[in-house]
């Protein structure tokens, strides 16, 4: 059985269900352990955080229960002991998920496979401690904690030599919450930031009553409309955890989520102190990303989808004294490292906005950015040929392109000298191979790349 995705246990509440938190909590939970138990706003929430709540103390854990939160509150409360989210993030509501954290990391590839093997070999008895080593539940509250950290963390990258504890102070801003738990905390930190703040969707709903819960320029439309007749400097929006955040104009037009990282991450490594500020993203991130931080000093390190935080880890054990991981991103989800290991919407959300006010508006802050045309194409593939496929792509892609820059660690990576670039993966979980690309001349590359894509299926058939 293979339990964990890329980012945790996620799928419909038929397969991620109260039995399956049940012996997952057994499988995690040990005497002398503690962990903080969090959840979204699902209708599901409460059966399931009770379940996993029996399963950690019938293993000897002790349970700090912290209620509804947004899944970084809960990394962020997870912090010298361990963590379990109850979150299927921007999956529809008919969706449930858990994510496992220890000391504010989400649990690696190793230790969910341990997981994996336990849940698998569990008997009925197997994972009970002793009568006398339950573990015991008590009541915590995070969210306060955590909101403070946030905005201290805000005020001391962007306050002034004065003590200026409100660097949002002029900024109008509308945060679009999406019925999830980025309610509980995104406009209150901005708002003690000094911000003018409008929150839209705001009310926590199982349902996502007032649009899906992922972010895109589609389910956005209302609040795209809102931002354009209104009269904002800056629009923010959440998935159903709040560890995803959108960025839009003042008219309502969404940033691309490889503008904002890049100029999140030329931000860290501009202000480093380290003579070697490395950036960790994955491979379907754009070379822009590159550019803007070898502008200001740093190198861009890649690492699989999913993974960020084993990424951050490889840069450290790998880099020196004058070394030092100062961001990590992928498309819409960042670590902001100096805050802590995992991936927070709600201090990119209060970053984002700092930067905006300290350049003066979006269209300046973007300038620096040079943006591309991009694609993602999907290409139809057979599971059973995803394997072959990719091997003989390991060869035919840079027969085909020569001139490219090529890496072949997470799928197929072409780089070109104009910073245009192709990536071929194959999908986890469809039967797909996945086609990314940027260029002035997207389009003819990546009919080129398709049609070598295609061969290659065929060829293995």
Not at 252 to 279: C, Q
Not at 329 to 358: Q, Y
Not at 402 to 421: I, K, N, Q
């Amino acid at each position: 059985m293979t339990l964990f995705g890329t980012a945790g246990i996620r799928g419909p509440v038929e397969e991620v269900s109260p039995s399956l938190a049940l012996a997952v909590g057994q499988a995690a939970g040990e005497p002398g352990t503690t962990f903080v138990v969090g959840r979204d706003g699902r209708e599901t929430g409460p059966a399931l955080a009770a379940a996993m709540e029996a399963g950690l103390e019938s293993a000897g854990a002790d349970v700090h229960r912290a209620g509804r939160l947004p899944t970084p509150a809960l990394a962020f409360a997870s912090r010298g002991r361990r963590g379990v989210m109850l979150t299927a993030s921007h999956n529809p509501p008919s969706d449930n998920g858990i994510k496992l954290f220890a000391d504010g990391v989400e649990y690696d590839s190793e230790a969910e496979g341990l997981i994996d093997e336990q849940v698998d070999a569990q008997t009925e008895s197997s994972g009970l401690a002793s009568w006398d080593e339950w573990g015991r539940p008590e009541r915590v509250d995070v969210l306060e904690a955590y909101r403070d950290a946030v905005a201290n963390y805000v005020r001391t990258r962007f306050g002034d030599d004065d003590g200026e504890d409100r660097p949002l102070a002029g900024l109008s801003i509308a945060v679009d919450c999406g019925n999830g738990m980025g309610a509980l905390a995104t406009p209150q930190v901005l708002d003690v930031l000094g911000a003018e703040v409008v929150a839209v969707n705001a009310n926590v709903d199982g349902y996502f009553s007032g649009r899906a819960s992922k972010p895109t320029p589609e389910t956005l439309t209302e609040f795209r409309e809102f931002l354009a007749e209104s009269s904002f400097d800056l629009g923010l929006a959440h998935d159903g955890d709040a560890d995803r955040l959108v960025v839009l104009e003042s008219d309502g037009e969404v940033i691309h989520e490889d503008t904002v990282l890049a100029v999140v991450a030329a931000h860290y490594a501009e202000t480093s102190e380290a003579a070697d500020p490395v950036v960790v993203t994955t491979p379907n991130a754009s070379a822009r990303i590159d550019e803007r931080v070898r502008e200001a000093g740093g190198r861009v390190e890649r690492v699989r989808l999913g993974s960020l935080h084993e990424g951050i880890a490889r840069e450290r054990a790998r880099g020196g004294d004058d070394t030092a991981v100062v961001f990590a991103a992928e498309p819409w989800k960042h670590i902001h490292t100096a805050f802590g290991g995992w991936i927070d919407g709600v201090a990119s959300a209060a970053v984002v906005a700092a930067l905006t006010a300290e350049a003066g508006d979006t269209a300046t802050l973007r300038e620096p950015v040079t943006e591309r045309p991009y694609r993602k194409v999907s290409v139809d593939c057979p599971d059973a040929r995803k394997s072959a496929a990719m091997a003989a792509l390991e060869t035919d892609l840079p027969g085909a392109f020569p001139e490219a820059t090529v890496d072949t660690d997470y799928g197929v990576r072409l780089e070109f000298e104009d910073a245009s670039w192709i990536l071929v993966r194959p999908s986890g979980t469809e039967p797909y191979v996945r086609l990314y690309a940027e260029s002035d001349d997207v389009d003819e590359l990546v009919a080129e790349a398709k049609t070598i894509i295609e061969n290659a299926i065929e060829a293995v058939r």
